[in-house]
C-alpha cells in the first residue's frame, strides 16, 4: 500500500490522466472526496495534498478540466474538511486517548502541531495549510484546544482559498511549460520538500533549544 501511494504521487500527472480518461466528470468528484479526506480525516494525513492541486491545474491549462469549477468544487472540499475535523476534534478528541496512548495516529503528530500552536497560534490553521500532515491535525487540535468556532471559521476559509488558488493556479500557469512538463516528477518531489521543509526546521529547531536547557 506504501508503495503504491508513494507511485501515485511521483507520478501523479499519470494516474490522475487515468482518472479524468476514465471517469470524465465525475473526477471532480473525485478530486473532492481526496481533499476532503486529507483535511477532515485525521486518520488520513499522508494523501497527496499540494502536488495533486497542482497536477489538476496543469490538466485544466490542458482542457481536460474547468479550472473556475475546480478551484470552487475544492475550495469548498477543503473549508468542508476541516470543519469536520475542527468538529471531531472538538467532541471525540479527548475520547482517542486512553493509557497514554493515542489510537490510530501517531504521538509526535499532535505534539508537532501543538508546538506550531503555541508559535503561530490561530494562525496555525492558515500556516498548516501548506505543510502535509500538520495541516490534517491542526483542525482537530484546534477542537481540541476549544477554539471559538467564529474565529476558527475565518481562519479555515482564508487558508482553505489561499492553499487552492495558490497551487491549483500555480499548476495551471506554469505546469504546463515544456521544462516543467517534461520533468513532472522532478517538480512534484520539489513541491513535497519545500512542504515539508517548515516542519522539519521547526522541529530541528525545538530540538537544538531541547539540548541547550538539558545539560
Known amino acids: 500500500m506504501i508503495t503504491d501511494i508513494i507511485d501515485f504521487i511521483l507520478h501523479i500527472d499519470r494516474h490522475l490522466n487515468g482518472l479524468i480518461q476514465a471517469y470524465g466528470t465525475w473526477t471532480y468528484a473525485i478530486l473532492f472526496l481526496i481533499i476532503f479526506a486529507e483535511t477532515g480525516l485525521v486518520a488520513l494525513p499522508f494523501l497527496p495534498g499540494d502536488s495533486l492541486l497542482f497536477a489538476a491545474g496543469a490538466f485544466a491549462a490542458q482542457g481536460s478540466l474547468d479550472v473556475s469549477v475546480l478551484f470552487f468544487l475544492l475550495a469548498v472540499a477543503a473549508v468542508l474538511g476541516d470543519t469536520v475535523n475542527y468538529w471531531i476534534g472538538r467532541y471525540l ?111 530541528l529547531r525545538q530540538r537544538k533549544q531541547h539540548k541547550r536547557v538539558v545539560p
Do not use: C
Not at 114 to 135: L, M
Not at 150 to 164: L, Q, T
Not at 165 to 190: E, H, M, Q, R
Open 93 to 203: 478528541g479527548p475520547k482517542v486517548f486512553h493509557d497514554g496512548k493515542v489510537r490510530f495516529f501517531k504521538r509526535e503528530h499532535l505534539e508537532r502541531t501543538h508546538q506550531f500552536y503555541e508559535k503561530y497560534g490561530g494562525r496555525t490553521i492558515i500556516i498548516a495549510r501548506f505543510i502535509p500532515i500538520i495541516r490534517t491535525f491542526a483542525p482537530f487540535v484546534a477542537g481540541i484546544g476549544n477554539m471559538s468556532y467564529g474565529r476558527f471559521m475565518s481562519y479555515n476559509v482564508f487558508g482553505g482559498i489561499g492553499w487552492i488558488a495558490v497551487f491549483v493556479f500555480s499548476g495551471y500557469y506554469f505546469g504546463n511549460i515544456p521544462s516543467v512538463k517534461n520533468n513532472f516528477t522532478l517538480v512534484i518531489l520539489v513541491i513535497i520538500l519545500l512542504s515539508v521543509a517548515p516542519a522539519v526546521i521547526e522541529v
